[in-house]
Each structure stands twice: as structure tokens, then as C-alpha cells.
């Protein structure tokens, strides 16, 4: 059994004579030899399942926020407007339902806290860590290990971990402060520290996954380089501020935009610790209020118009990155 | 030759992987259409509800042995999790015979997928045995929809014995919420016990007290109006107060903690009180050393004396129907006093037939059943789905967790009554 593919290329090109002025070819040969087409069982059926299963999904969604799809039934694709658009940034009681709709404002603050908070911590962490890491020192190995560990648990782990780490009476958050001579504070349903805790663990949870990325920066750019800044007379602080630190612009680059997204989809990580989707008003993301109004009310066409905002927030990060990597002709 | 070999192995691994692409995609689009048995869907994956549902199907299967049954637990996150499985399957019109849902207005949900079963499975013995409140929350808009077959009663206040004694406060006494924002100062003053022990790491605990409290400021008929839209928003701040009082005397990190933790504080002796409905007397029977009468004790919350406030879990009968005859067979045996003794032993709650026989009950049970028969209203739970729409449901949940945040009654009196908008 030949290649079904060198099957059919021959069909097709024996039609034509053989050339021997090894240059013009028929058409339909020359389409069937280009490298794009040939490589096509290979690229198409990812290119399809995922143009179907991922974009063709987000289209879908955006289609159906336009709709007035609510409860049991089928969405009536017929008669499309911006209504839920309208509902999420002022509120009121839109045409499919009875009640009164919350708008997205309170949640999407809370979004872009979470996310610019946790994001730039983390980098910040990661950065100092990664420094610290690769001064040559002992047990290097061990604490790339530790720091990174967090991450590899889950949201759900992280999220009943913190939530003993915050107990009022025997939490270790509480007793360190103690220490100090404050405290014990409420911190889980505190309305002002809510969301810092939230941020605080994701950022513990993260910040090595920074480090990682960092370091793997730091390795990269050449010792003549610390050398040549040390032998100039730079200062250990001046070296990084002047040397290190900008040539480490893709590596915050790709670290943010994976951060960015992380705290997203901080939903796992308030459901387990609120028990719910409904972690209260001062910790309420878009990602908690869009399953709220989808699965708790069964306002589909509204929830996916929260989807829609959460992806453009999603994109409004990751497509700069991408235009730069384009830029560059990494792409 | 060794291309050869190369060649065939290539061979080999394009058919296993086209083999194994395949089984996937059958994977995907097979269904449990080889099965013909009810399918019953729940979230009884564990603990007492596990126990529960295994006795009563055995109890189903050796009256009809003939018909199948393909049971469905749905693990996870407990009933929301079971409602989008619902919820997914109703969209692709693949209803399956019935599930444990809350009866009421939770119905509402999935209102239009319901069929009415009135004669079929309510036939005169069930409308002759059932109390008027479950029955009520049998139906949909007048249509009976679904058969209930527990009732777990929310207000109930349970106490530790020992503790209260210590302190010198007599639960049996008192009257109104009041006394029990007063017994617990007096057990945080006379104990180093915790007065009230009370979870708020997630809102549920605290709407449910709030309902109790209500219930017992605004009587039966005030509730009913509160369930109506039409709730008088200074009792409903009044009882949003009472609250805010016991707060002050709930454990320090009650939101760092679950219920489990809480009911175990009270076990410990750590504890004098908790509101719970009665699975924590669930949890009590499990500990040998913590016996009804003697360690642990309760009263129905001072002032809901006459009321039992009704939480229950329901099989209703979806129109589309893949078994239509089993399924209405399966639910005419859940309305049996057989079905629900066998259930509620194992559930810890009691039947919702009159005329059922408790002595296979434990005594709590019995002294519930006792209540329940005698009570003289049976409102529906709000917190648990039976009293208002998923909706309204969803805004006072959300009005809870906001509560829980800032213990602001003012606020939150406003936001559940503008819940119903």
C-alpha cells in the first residue's frame, strides 16, 4: 500500500508528459507539489478541530450574547441586538426577564485588580528570586524546587490551604502578625483585605513560575556581559537596573501575558474557598458573575455576554504580544 | 530490509493511531442508549444520601424486580453540579427519567421539561397522607410535577448539654431570638465555650439563620408574604439585626471554617449552640459518645415553635420521558411509606406521609415526626430552594455574601426585599 497522497500525485502528474526543461509545469501539479499542500494531512485536521472546536466556539459565543437566550429552549438566532451589552454597563431589567440585571462594573474592577496586582507582584517576585537563585549558590537545585512547587498544585488545594493560613485563631497568618504585636485580624470575609488574600495566595502560588522564566533569562545572557558592567565600575544595583533587566524584556513579556491569564481563571480558586460562586461583592470577578447568571439563573445570552468582555480583557493582553512577536518574526 | 521492517512498524502505528482516533470519536458520541433502565440522577455520591439511595432503590427493586435501573450519581460540587448536567441534557432534548431536586419553586427552573402526574403517581392515598405544605411544594403552578420524599427540618436549634448547663441557661424556656442573643452572652460569660458555633466562610449557614429568625419575628403568615414580594422590610431588618447580635458570639474564625467544623465544636463540648437543619443531628449519631437526650439536646429555634420549615428533596417526572411507565412506577413506590421509612432511616430526616410507621426511626426522628404531624404551619425554606424562584434565590444569595462581608442590616434588609425585582 503506497501513500495515498504519492497515489494521487501521480495520477495527476503522469496525465502530462515528462518535462525535461525542468521548468514550466502544469497547474494542477504545481498546486499538488507546493509544500503547503503537500504537509496538509498533517497541519489540516489539528487546523480544522481547532477552527471548529476553539474559534468556531468563541464565534458561536458571541453570536449567542447577542441573542435574548434565557431558560430552557433554543436561542432564536433571528433577532440579534446589543442589548446584554447595554444591561452590562448599566444595569436594569433587559427584555427576556423579569428581574433586574447587575451590571459587570463592581466584577470587572475586581478582575482588574486581581489581575494587575497578582501581575506585577509576581514579576516582581520572580525577578527579585531568580537574582537571588542564580548568585552560584549551594542548594541551588533545591530552591528553584521549592519556590516552583506551588504551582504545581491545584487551585482547589491552594484555595483550602489559604483558607487555614487565614483562620482567625490558629492561622498562621494570624500568628506571624501576632508576633509582630497585631492582630488576630479577619481576613477571609474582611470586605478590605478579601481580595488582597485572594491575590496574596495566587500570588504565592505563581511568583515561582516568574522566577523560572527569569532565571531561564538570566542563563541566557552571556557572563561577559556582567563582566564587562563590573570591570566599567557598575554597582551590583546599577549592573541589573542598567544591563540585566532590559535584556530580560521577552522573558516579562512571555511571564505576563501567562500570568495575566492565570488570574483569569482565578474562578477555581474563589468557588473553592467561598464555597460557591459567590464570593461576596468584594471579591466578585467576571468569571464567578458569568457562571452565576448562566448556571444559577439560566441567563445564558447574558452570561455569554460577560464571556465575550473577559475574552476581549484575555485578548487585550495576549494580542500585543503576539503583534510584537509577529514584529520580530518570531511568528 | 530494514527499511521494510521501518515501513510496516510506520503501517502499524498509522492503524493503531487511526484505530484509537476512532474509538475516540465512538467515545464521544455513544450514549447510555444501550441501557433501558431509569435513569436516575444524583449527587448522593457519599455519606448518609449514599446510604439513603441504595436502600431505597434495593427497597423498589424487591417489589419490581423487572424493571432495570441505571443509576447516575453525579459527583462533584453537590447539586449545582447536578443542575447543569440537567440543564445540558435538557438542551439536547435527552432528559433522563427523573432526579433529586428541591421541590417548590426550584421547579420553576426547568418548569416547561415537567409533566403532570396527578392520578398517575398522586393518587388519592398520596393526597390523603401528605401534610398541605409538602404537598404544595409538590406542585408546579397547581400541577403535580414531582414526589417528595424527605423533609429535613431548618429550624432547629441544637445544644450541647453539658455546656448549657454549665452556664446555667435553659434552652426549653425561651420564646423569642432574643433569648438566644441573651443565653449566649450569659454562656460567653459563665464558659470558655464558643456560644454559637457558625460557619460564614460561604453564605448559606447565615441565610438560612436569617430565615429562622424571620420566621419566628414575622410568623408564618409575615413569611408567606416575604416569599410573595411583599415582605415588610423593617421585621426583615429586624431579624437581619438579631443576627448582626449573634455574631458577636459566633467562633472567631467562623470564616475559615465549614459546617463540619462547626457541628464538631459543638460534639467537642467546644461549643454550646448551632442552627442547622437536621442533618447535624446526622452527624451526632455517627459518635457513640454523643447521645440524643443525654449529651446533645434541641428545641425548634425560640419563637417557630408551630412551625416546621420545610427543606426536602424531590424525584419529579420530566414530560420527555425516556422509561415513561418504570419512571412512573418508581415514583408511585417513593410516595409509599415503605420508600420514604427506608430513605429517612438512612437520611436522617423524616417521611412526608402522616400515616407513616416511625418506630423504625430513631427517637430524634420520632420527636421530629412528632412536631411535624402537630405543627401548625409548614412554610418552605428560602435558602433551600422550596420558597421563591432560582432567580430570586440567586439575588438573595448574593445579598448574603455581601452580609457576611460587612454585617450591614440596613443594607442587606434592602436588598432582599428588592430581590423579588
Known amino acids: ?331 | 530490509m530494514t527499511d521494510d521492517t521501518n515501513r510496516i512498524s510506520r503501517r502499524t502505528v498509522v492503524k493503531t493511531s487511526g484505530v484509537a482516533v476512532a474509538a475516540g470519536l465512538a467515545g464521544c458520541s455513544g450514549s447510555d442508549d444501550g441501557s433501558d433502565g431509569i435513569q436516575l440522577l444524583h449527587a448522593w455520591s457519599e455519606g448518609d444520601g449514599n446510604a439513603a439511595i441504595a436502600a431505597l432503590i434495593e427497597g423498589f427493586q424487591e417489589e419490581h424486580p423487572d424493571i432495570e435501573f441505571s443509576e447516575d450519581p453525579v459527583d462533584g460540587a453537590a447539586r449545582s453540579n447536578l443542575d447543569q448536567v440537567i440543564s445540558n441534557r435538557l438542551q439536547s432534548n435527552d432528559p433522563p427519567s427523573t432526579f433529586q431536586t428541591w421541590p417548590g419553586k426550584t421547579l420553576e427552573k426547568f418548569g416547561d421539561a415537567y409533566a403532570d402526574i396527578e392520578g398517575d403517581v398522586w393518587n388519592d392515598d398520596l393526597k390523603n397522607n401528605y401534610r398541605s405544605g409538602p404537598q404544595e411544594q409538590a406542585q408546579l403552578d397547581g400541577t403535580y410535577v414531582t414526589v417528595p420524599i424527605n423533609i429535613h427540618r431548618i429550624n432547629n436549634l441544637f445544644y450541647n448539654t453539658a455546656v448549657v448547663e454549665e452556664a446555667g441557661v435553659d434552652p426549653t424556656s425561651w420564646s423569642s431570638p432574643s433569648d438566644v442573643v441573651d443565653g449566649c452572652a450569659q454562656i460567653s460569660e459563665e464558659t470558655d465555650a464558643v456560644p454559637f458555633a457558625h460557619q460564614t466562610s460561604s453564605a448559606w449557614s447565615t441565610s438560612q439563620l436569617w430565615e429562622t429568625v424571620f420566621l419566628a419575628m414575622a410568623g408564618a403568615d409575615g413569611y408567606d408574604d416575604f416569599l410573595n414580594g411583599e415582605g415588610d422590610e423593617s421585621t426583615v431588618e429586624d431579624a437581619l439585626a438579631n443576627v448582626v447580635e449573634l455574631e458577636e458570639y459566633f467562633p472567631g474564625n467562623s470564616s475559615s471554617i465549614g459546617f463540619t467544623e462547626a457541628n464538631t465544636m459543638v460534639q467537642e463540648g467546644e461549643a454550646a449552640f448551632i442552627h442547622q437543619g437536621d442533618w447535624a443531628a446526622g452527624a451526632y449519631s455517627g459518635n457513640d459518645s454523643f447521645n440524643y437526650g443525654e449529651d446533645w439536646d434541641y428545641v425548634p429555634y425560640p419563637g417557630t415553635s408551630g412551625s416546621y420549615l420545610l427543606n426536602m428533596d424531590s424525584f419529579p417526572y420530566f414530560d420527555d420521558n425516556p422509561t415513561p411507565e418504570d419512571t412512573k412506577t418508581f415514583l408511585s413506590y417513593c410516595g409509599t411509606t415503605d420508600a420514604q421509612i427506608r430513605f429517612n432511616r438512612e437520611k436522617g430526616s423524616i417521611p412526608p406521609r402522616e400515616d407513616a410507621d416511625v418506630s423504625q426511626l430513631n427517637q430524634f426522628q420520632q420527636d421530629q415526626f412528632d412536631h411535624f404531624t402537630n405543627a401548625d404551619a409548614q412554610p418552605p425554606s428560602i435558602e433551600h430552594g422550596l420558597g421563591v424562584v432560582p432567580q430570586v434565590k440567586t439575588n438573595i444569595s448574593e445579598a448574603f455574601s455581601a452580609f457576611i462581608e460587612s454585617y450591614d442590616a440596613g443594607a442587606t434588609a434592602g436588598d432582599l426585599v428588592g430581590a423579588f425585582n
Not at chain 1, 90 to 100: A, I, V
Open chain 1, 1 to 331: 500500500m503506497r501513500n495515498p497522497l504519492t497515489v494521487l500525485k501521480r495520477l495527476v502528474s503522469d496525465s502530462g508528459d515528462a518535462r525535461t526543461d525542468g521548468g514550466t509545469a502544469s497547474s494542477g501539479t504545481s498546486l499538488l507539489s507546493r509544500d503547503s499542500i503537500r504537509s496538509a494531512p498533517f497541519w489540516l485536521p489539528p487546523f480544522l478541530l481547532v477552527g471548529l472546536f476553539v474559534y468556531g466556539a468563541i464565534l458561536w459565543n458571541v453570536v449567542l450574547s447577542l441573542t435574548d437566550f434565557q431558560g430552557l429552549g433554543d436561542p432564536n438566532y433571528g433577532d440579534l441586538d446589543f442589548e446584554n451589552y447595554v444591561v452590562a454597563f448599566d444595569g436594569g431589567t433587559p427584555s427576556w426577564t423579569d428581574y433586574s440585571i447587575d451590571p459587570i462594573w463592581n466584577a470587572t474592577q475586581n478582575t482588574v485588580v486581581l489581575m494587575v496586582a497578582f501581575a506585577i507582584v509576581c514579576l516582581a517576585l520572580g525577578l527579585l528570586l531568580a537574582i537571588l537563585v542564580d548568585q552560584q549558590i549551594r542548594f541551588e537545585n533545591t530552591f528553584r524546587t521549592i519556590y516552583l512547587l506551588p504551582m504545581s498544585l491545584s487551585f482547589v488545594v491552594t484555595a483550602k490551604f489559604w483558607l487555614y493560613m487565614y483562620d482567625y485563631n490558629t492561622g498562621l497568618v494570624n500568628i506571624a502578625l501576632g508576633a509582630f504585636g497585631f492582630g488576630p485580624i479577619e481576613i477571609v470575609q474582611n470586605p478590605d483585605l478579601k481580595l488582597a488574600a485572594v491575590a496574596f495566595a495566587l500570588i504565592w502560588q505563581y511568583s515561582g513560575y516568574a522566577m523560572v522564566v527569569y532565571l531561564a533569562g538570566l542563563r541566557a545572557i552571556p557572563s561577559s556581559h556582567f563582566e564587562a558592567a563590573r570591570v566599567d565600575g557598575a554597582s551590583t544595583i546599577r549592573m541589573y537596573w542598567r544591563v540585566i533587566i532590559p535584556q530580560l524584556r521577552t522573558a516579562t513579556v512571555s511571564a505576563l501575558v501567562v500570568l495575566v491569564v492565570f488570574s483569569l481563571k482565578a474562578f477555581d480558586f474563589l468557588f473553592s474557598m467561598y464555597g460557591g460562586y459567590n464570593p461576596g461583592p468584594s471579591a466578585d470577578i467576571l468569571a464567578t458573575q458569568m457562571v452565576r447568571e448562566a448556571y444559577g439563573n439560566q441567563n445564558w445570552a447574558y452570561g455569554s455576554s460577560i464571556a465575550v468582555v473577559l475574552f476581549l480583557m484575555a485578548l487585550a493582553v495576549v494580542a500585543p504580544y503576539i503583534y510584537s512577536q509577529y514584529r520580530q518574526g518570531q511568528l
